[in-house]
C-alpha cells in the first residue's frame, strides 16, 4: 500500500474540492472525522440544553418551568442524544481522523460506504428531534424504550424508532470500516501487538457495534409492530412477556455501554505515556484486558434488571458475571497510574483531562461495583444513585476522554496550538462544577430519590439546588470549550509537527495540518 | 514498492446522500402512514424509488471500476471483509428474533403457566392457562387458530433452498473454471429456485390468513412466526434480486475466474439465507 490513485487522471493536486458540495460527497477521512466530530458538538449542546431544562425544573421541588410530560420528553431525547448523536459519533469522528494516519495507511478502507455512514446520521436526528412538534410530542417513556409504556406514546414514536435503525445502519457501516481499515490498510511492518491503543481499543469497540446494533434494530422492530400490526411479543395475554424487552434491549445496552468507554480507554492510554514520558505500562494487558471487558459485556446484560422478577440462579449469575469486570478494569486503571509512576510529568490540558478521567472513571467504576451487588441493588434501583453511576463514567469518562482528545490532537489538526490558559480554565471550572453537579446525586439516591420524576419530596431539595447550580456552571463551560475550538480553528500559535515532547506515534510525523492525503507512501515502522 | 499495492480511494460519492435522502423518506412516509396519514404512501414510494436509483447509481459505478480494472487484491480483501461483516451483522438481527422465539418457549410461556415463580401469576391473573406451543396466549388473542404444518410446503421448500444452495456453489465452480455455460445455467436455476421458494412462501401466508386464522395477531405464535418467516423470506427476496443481477453480469460477460468478488459476495449471501432458513425449519416449524 504505498501510493493512492485518484477517480480523475487529470486530478492531479489531491486538494478538497471546493465549496459545500465537498463536504456532501467526500471520500477523505479527515473530512468526514471533521464532519463527525463538528456534528458530535453540536448534539453534545442540544442534549446539554435540554439537561438544563432538567435541572432547571429540579432546582427546587414543586413544578415550576415545564409540564411533567416535557420533562420525560427532556429526559428521554436527552439520553438518545448524548449516547447516539454526541459520544458514539465523536469517537467515530477521532477514529477516521486518526485511525488511518495511526495504523500508516492511505485512507479508510471503504471511502464512499463511509461518507454514508456519517451522512446518515443528520437525517437521523432531524426525524428524533422533529418529534417535539408532532402530536403527542416527542418519545417520553425513557430511553430504554422499555413497553408497555413506550407503545402509550404520540405520533413520534414510529419516527424514533425508524431513527433508531438509521442511526444503527450508519454504526454498523462505520464499525465495518473501522475493522477492515485495521485489517487491511496498516503499513507494511505495522504489526497487531505494534498498534496504538486506541486503534486497540476501536477494533474491539468495532465488533461489539456489529453485534450489538442488530439487536436493537431488532428490539425495536418488534416494538414497532407491538404496535401497529398486533403483534404481542411484549404483551402476557398474547403469551410475550414485557420482560423480554428488556433482557433483548439490555444485551445491546450492556455491550453499547461499553462502546462509550473501550475508545476513552484508548485514548487515554494514549496521552497519559506523553505527557508522563515513559512507554505505556503493561502493553499486552491492556489489550487482553480490553479484550475481557468486550467478552464480559455480553453476559452481564440483566444487571440492568434485577428488580424486574428474574429467578434466583439468574440474579446471582449475573450479579458475580457483572463483578468479574472490576478485574480487567482495574488492571487497566493499575497501568495508567504505573504509566505515571516516576514519570516526567507535565500537566498541560490533555493530561489534565486524563487524570480527571483516571480518578472519576474509577469512582463511577466504584459505585457500578456497589450497583452489581444484588440484594443491594433492590435499594439503588432507578434511583439518583444509578444517576450518578453512570453520569461518572459517561461525562467524567467519555466526554473528559473526548476532551481530553481534542485538546491532544486539536494542534495536529488544525495546526495550531489551542491557547493553553483557557483550557486548563475549562479543565478546572469543569472538574469542580461536574463534581458538585453530579456527587450529591449519590446521597439523593441513597436517601431515596428516583430519577426521571420532575418533583420530590422536601427533604431532597438542598442536594438538588447543590446539583443544578452545578449543572449550569459545567453547561457554562463547555460553551467555553465550544469558543476554545473556534479560537484554535481560527487561528493561534503555529503547532510544530512534533506537537508535544513525549508523544509517540505515527501521527506526529506528519505535518501540522496533515496534507490531505496522509500516507500516499507507507511508513517505516521500527 | 511497486504500484500493483496502491490503494484505490475513489473521490465525489454523490450517491450515500441520494441514499439518505431516499431511506429518510421511505421511513418518514412511513411513519407517517402508520400514524394515519393518508397521503404518506406516495412520499415512501418517492423514496423507495430514490433508493432504487441510488443503487443503480452506485453499484453501477462501482461495476464499471471493477469491469475497468480499477481494484486490485487489497481492495478485493476490503470488500471481502466487509460483506463477511455485513453478514454477521444480519445473524446478529436474526438472533435477536430468535431469542425472542426461544425466551417465549423457554421462559414467559411456562411461567404464565404456573411454573418456577409464576405460580400466583397463572392462579390470579391467569386462571386455568396452561403452557402448550403453539399457543396464542392466555387470553387466547386473535383467537382460534391452526399451527402452520411442517412437512407440507416447508419442507418442499427446504428441498428447494438447500437444492439452490447447491446450484449456486455449482454456478461458482463453473466461474472458476471458466466453463461460462456452467455459470449462467447454474446461476438460472439458483435465481428461479429462490423465486419458486418466495411464490410457495406467499402461497403458505395464503394459507395461513385464510385458512388456517393464523395471522400476526394470532398471539406469540402468529408473532414470531411470521415475523422470523417474514425476515427471513426478505431477506431470500433480496438475495434472488443480488443473484439476479449476478446472471446478468455474467451473461454479458462479467467477471473471471480470479476476480468476482460481487458474485461471491452474493453466493455468501445466499448460503447465509439458507443456513437461517434450517434454523427456521428446526424451531418454528418442526419442534
Redesign the interface.
Known sequence: ????????ED?HDHGP?KGLMRW????NHKDIGTLYLIFSLIMFMVGGAMAMIIRLELFQPGLQFVDPGFFNQMTTVHALVMIFGAVMPAFVGLANWMLPIMVG???M?????N??SF??L??AF??LLGTFFM?GGAPAGGWTMYPPLVLQGG?GF??M??AI??MG?SS?MG???V??TI???RAPGMTLMKMPLFVWTWFITAYLL??????L???V??L??DR??????F???????P??FQ??FW?FGHPEVYILILPAFGIVSQIIPTFARKPLFGYSSMVYATSSIAFLSFIVWAHHMFTV?M?LQGELFFMYATMLIAVPTGVKVFNWISTMWKGSMTFETPMLFSIGFVIMFTIGGFSGLMLAIAPADFQYHDTYFVVAHFHYVLVTGAIYAIMASVYYWIPKWTGHMYNEKMGQWHFWISTVSVNVLFFPQHFLGLAGMPRRIPDYSVQFAEFNMWSSIGSFVFGLSQVFFCYIVYKTIKGGEKATDQVWEGAEGLEWTLPSPPPY?SFTQ?PEIK | MSSENAYYIPHDAKWPIVGSIGLTLLLGGFANQLNGSTSASNVMIVGFLILVYMMFGWFGEVIDESESGTYKKVEGVSFRMGMVWFIFSEVMFFAAFFGALFYIRIFSLPWLGGEGSGASTNEFLWGGYENVWPSNGPGEVGGEYEKMGAWGLPAINTLLLLTSGVTCTWAHWGLVANKRKQLIWGLVATVVLGFVFVGLQALEYSHGYNELNLTLGSGVYGSTFYMLTGFHGFHVTVGAIMLTVMLFRSIKGHFTPENHFAFEAAAWYWHFVDVVWLGLFIFVYWL
Not at chain 1, 210 to 215: D, G, L, Q, S
Not at chain 1, 235 to 241: E, P, V
Request: net charge negative; aromatic share 10%; charged share 5%.
Open positions: 500500500m504505498t501510493t493512492v490513485t485518484d477517480t480523475h486530478h474540492a456532501v460527497t467526500t471520500t495507511g492511505p485512507d478502507a471503504l471511502p464512499r460506504m461518507n454514508w451522512w446518515i443528520p437525517f432531524a426525524m402530536d405520533n414510529p419516527f424508532i425508524f435503525h438509521m445502519i454498523v464499525a465495518i470500516n475493522i477492515v485489517l487491511n490498510m456489529i453485534a450489538v446494533m442488530p439487536v434494530a431488532g428490539a422492530t418488534m414497532l409492530t401497529f400490526f398486533d403483534t404481542t411479543f404483551n402476557a395475554a398474547g403469551g410475550g412477556d420482560v423480554l433482557h433483548i444485551f422478577g429467578p492525503h507507507a
